[in-house]
């Protein structure tokens, strides 16, 4: 994880698919093809810092742009 930030926000599996828009199996395999940042895990739950969904996105852009 790049950008740690002690006052990041965590987003769960459901904010993270508003966010990015794509289906939860999809997103499971894109982590699994390491495609996708890996969520934290705090006790059973899977959370996502926004600022890592944030990077993605970005990434996604320029990507599309070059």
């Given at each position: 994880m790049k950008n740690e930030n002690i006052d990041d926000q965590l987003l769960?599996?459901?904010e993270v698919l508003y966010k990015i828009r794509?289906?939860?199996?999809?997103?499971y395999k894109m982590?699994?093809?390491d495609e996708f940042p890996k969520p934290v895990k705090i006790g059973i739950?899977?959370?996502?810092?926004?600022?890592?969904i944030q990077e993605y996105i970005a990434e996604l852009k320029r990507t599309k742009v070059a």
């Open positions: 769960d599996l459901k794509i289906s939860k199996s999809l997103l982590i699994k093809n739950r899977s959370l996502w810092p926004l600022s890592c």
